[in-house]
């Protein structure tokens, strides 16, 4: 038997994803809202394995990349009222010269 017939013979929700397919779903979950519209459909829908594995790592990333963007807006947010209140320190001494 050739790979051809072997993978055939698999069952749908078994089927491996082609490269073109993770290609074309990379696209696909990154559009902003229908994109992940179909992510959380594919994240929980057991028609192929495969996919809803490569929908859920997605979402993984999407929820890291939102926790990272929140723990970076909070450290601008910090450091930029630490260092207004340092810049106004630093004009009151030089002021004072």
Known sequence: MDKKSILNSLPDEY???SPWAYFG???LFSIPLIGLICLFVFAFNNRNINRRN???SYFCVYIL???IAVV???L???FRANNAELYNEFVTATQRL
Do not use: K
């Open 65 to 67: 990349a939102i926790i």
């Open 54 to 56: 490569y929908a859920r």
């Open 25 to 27: 779903y990379g696209i």
């Open 72 to 74: 970076i807006y909070l």
């Open 76 to 78: 601008f947010i910090f």
């Open 15 to 17: 089927r491996p994803l």
